[in-house]
């Protein structure tokens, strides 16, 4: 096998970089695609406008639009003055940008606005998520009380498990003092992941502990979400109050 030699490295090397970050450029503007992810999987680009030896560089909105389109507008404005304060760039209550940033230090600017950008919407994203499992878990409580009786039922409770202690949701306490949780699980990966782990904790435990994930449903939570499955009971939030009971007193 033939090992390439140190112009070939470099010139795939170059090639490679060129695939990373595409740039059009349009008289005294330019508009640069960078490998930076938002949420959804799409890729952050800036605007690049020069005026003499300064340029000025924007996100184009992009970081808002990814917030918007999940769901998350409401959060983005706190988010990105945070994410602007962060990178020293700024912010004007639609785009991240860089304000007549040196032509010496463009990829500075350009590599600032775009972690910037990501970041907002990234973390207005995850605010959004946080509060739409929180309200799904009041819903879940409501419904849970229903069936086991409010007297029975813990919104919160600190459970052990064999390696770390979690904040468990939807606690219902069963005769003999066995416990059942009810956690809902949202369908973003953040949510899937964060029950996964508390659930396998909980499950190594000795002792009757029924472990529920309830998800809005059972088909919009996809193939990750079956992963549940392997450390809890999984049912829907619209299941009969007799599937609840049985699931409670399956640990």
Same mark, same amino acid.
């Given at each position: 096998?033939?090992?390439?030699?140190?112009?070939?490295?470099?010139?795939?090397?170059? %090639?490679?970089?060129?695939? $990373?970050?595409? /740039?059009?450029?349009?008289?005294?503007?330019?508009? +640069?695609?960078?490998?930076?992810?938002?949420?959804? =999987?799409?890729?952050?680009?800036?605007?690049?406008?020069?005026?003499?030896?300064?340029?000025?560089?924007?996100?184009?909105?992009?970081?808002?639009?990814?917030?918007?389109?999940?769901?998350?507008?409401?959060?983005?404005?706190?988010?990105? &003055? &945070?994410?602007?304060?962060?990178?020293?760039?700024?912010?004007?209550?639609?785009?991240?940008?860089?304000?007549?940033?040196?032509?010496?230090?463009?990829?500075?600017?350009?590599?600032?606005?775009?972690?910037? !950008? +990501?970041?907002?919407? /990234?973390?207005?994203?995850?605010?959004?998520?946080?509060?739409?499992?929180? %309200?799904?878990?009041?819903?879940?409580?409501?419904? +849970?009380?229903?069936?086991?009786?409010?007297?029975?039922?813990? &919104?919160?409770?600190?459970?052990?498990?064999?390696?770390? !202690?979690?904040?468990?949701?939807?606690?219902? /306490?069963?005769?003999?003092?066995?416990?059942?949780?009810?956690?809902?699980?949202?369908?973003?990966?953040?949510?899937?992941? !964060?029950?996964?782990?508390?659930?396998?904790?909980?499950?190594?435990?000795?002792?009757?502990?029924?472990?529920?994930? +309830?998800?809005? !449903?059972?088909?919009?939570?996809?193939?990750? =979400?079956?992963?549940?499955?392997?450390?809890?009971?999984? $049912?829907?939030? /619209?299941?009969?109050?007799?599937?609840?009971?049985?699931?409670?007193?399956?640990?």
């Amino acid at each position: 096998m033939l090992i390439a030699g140190a112009a070939d490295f470099k010139g795939r090397l170059d %090639q490679a970089v060129s695939r $990373l970050m595409a /740039t059009r450029v349009d008289g005294d503007s330019a508009r +640069v695609a960078v490998p930076v992810l938002y949420p959804s =999987g799409s890729g952050c680009a800036v605007d690049v406008v020069v005026n003499g030896d300064k340029c000025f560089v924007s996100d184009i909105a992009l970081g808002h639009m990814e917030a918007e389109m999940q769901g998350a507008n409401e959060f983005y404005d706190h988010c990105a &003055k &945070k994410a602007a304060e962060r990178f020293g760039v700024g912010y004007d209550g639609l785009s991240v940008f860089a304000s007549w940033a040196s032509l010496d230090r463009i990829e500075s600017a350009i590599s600032a606005v775009a972690n910037a !950008s +990501v970041q907002a919407a /990234t973390a207005a994203i995850f605010r959004a998520m946080d509060e739409k499992e929180k %309200q799904r878990n009041v819903e879940l409580y409501e419904r +849970v009380s229903s069936i086991f009786g409010a007297h029975a039922v813990a &919104k919160k409770a600190e459970l052990v498990g064999r390696d770390a !202690s979690w904040e468990a949701h939807n606690v219902v /306490t069963l005769p003999g003092s066995r416990k059942a949780v009810f956690e809902f699980v949202c369908e973003s990966q953040n949510s899937i992941a !964060s029950k996964f782990m508390m659930f396998s904790d909980l499950s190594r435990l000795e002792g009757a502990v029924s472990l529920n994930s +309830v998800v809005k !449903s059972l088909d919009r939570i996809g193939k990750k =979400g079956s992963m549940l499955a392997d450390v809890s009971n999984v $049912l829907p939030i /619209t299941a009969a109050a007799d599937e609840f009971i049985k699931y409670a007193d399956a640990a």
